[in-house]
């Protein structure tokens, strides 16, 4: 089956979808993005992916697209007609192509946001083995830019970290800056000790995780304690358990850091509760 994307407000089969050689995203990373995951045929939390797209879409002084409003019908659309059961909607905006390269933003009343989105589908997306084995994680620098709250199509780094992770024979990278993790890669980085969540309070330093926001409330609800703060490597390594969270990956364990095992050498069974606990709630909300 050819997949069915959307660009620019029309459907299309995905051989057909074109953007403009001088769209501001090719040319200048000039764009924005969101991925949300797919359940059973449901979005997990479209509300929160949608407030923080257009988040990132004031902080930029990106134009909002006049399809904003029907995002959520264009996400269900696209889910319904790829036959997805599980797996992820990619959503990308940009400052749009003006026809020629120049650092200076085009006029908005001129140049129009594109608005770009596919479905990934991946079967069996929450039943995925990492979750029972558990992820081998290295640390590198952080050498991005100073608005990783803003989720920019900027992925060279995040990118090089993968490649770094793979080349050590580990499944991913936290970014460390002067001394402190910041996240993963791709994802928010927690640490346990005892019944206390450890992660990284919000600041332009982090991506604002919307399944982080879902995992401390629920986490909270369970009982446990949670503790917005900095965290050094040599503490993550000492750590009960680790795990990792974002809207493809959910909840997912860390069980080596840089060479060194975390408790036992197995996924720890309070991140396995949270990420049995994210999983039911998210699945009775999903629209
Ligand atoms: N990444 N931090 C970074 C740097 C991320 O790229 C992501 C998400 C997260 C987790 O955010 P959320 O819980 O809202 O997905 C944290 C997506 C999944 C991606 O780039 O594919």
């Given at each position: 089956m050819t997949r069915t994307v959307f660009v620019n407000g029309d459907y299309l089969p995905e051989d057909e979808a074109k953007v403009s050689i001088f769209d501001r995203a090719f040319l200048m990373a000039d764009g924005v993005y969101e991925v949300t995951s797919v359940l059973g045929g449901k979005l997990i939390d479209f509300a929160g992916h949608s407030k923080r797209l257009e988040r990132s879409l004031n902080e930029l002084d990106i134009k909002k697209p006049a399809v904003f409003d029907d995002l959520l019908e264009i996400h269900r659309e696209l889910v319904r007609v790829n036959e997805i059961d599980d797996g992820l909607v990619y959503l990308q905006i940009t400052r749009g192509a003006p026809g020629d390269r120049d650092f200076v933003f085009p006029d908005p009343e001129t140049t129009e946001p594109t608005v770009v989105l596919f479905t990934q589908n991946k079967p069996g997306?929450?039943?995925?083995?990492a979750a029972k084995t558990g992820m081998k994680i290295i640390s590198i620098e952080d050498v991005r830019w100073g608005r990783r709250d803003i989720k920019t199509v900027q992925?060279?780094?995040?990118?090089?970290?993968?490649?770094?992770?793979?080349?050590?024979?580990?499944?991913?990278?936290?970014?460390?800056?002067?001394?402190?993790v910041t996240e993963g890669t791709s994802n928010n980085a927690y640490i346990i000790k005892g019944?206390?969540?450890?992660?990284?309070?919000?600041?332009?330093?982090i991506l604002h995780g919307i399944t982080r926001a879902a995992v401390l409330r629920f986490a909270k609800e369970a009982q446990m304690q949670v503790e917005e703060r900095n965290f050094t490597i040599d503490e993550a390594k000492n750590a009960d358990e680790a795990f990792i969270t974002s809207a493809s990956a959910f909840v997912m364990p860390v069980?080596?850091?840089?060479?060194?095992?975390?408790?036992d050498g197995t996924?720890?069974?309070?991140?396995?509760?949270?990420?049995?606990?994210?999983l039911d709630e998210s699945r009775k909300v999903a629209i």
């Open positions: 997306l929450a039943d995925s083995p992925l060279l780094y995040p990118s090089m970290g993968k490649m770094m992770a793979k080349k050590a024979g580990a499944d991913d990278a936290w970014m460390v800056q002067d001394g402190h019944n206390t969540i450890i992660t990284r309070a919000l600041s332009n330093d069980i080596e850091i840089d060479g060194v095992s975390l408790g996924p720890g069974a309070r991140t396995a509760r949270l990420r049995e606990i994210y």
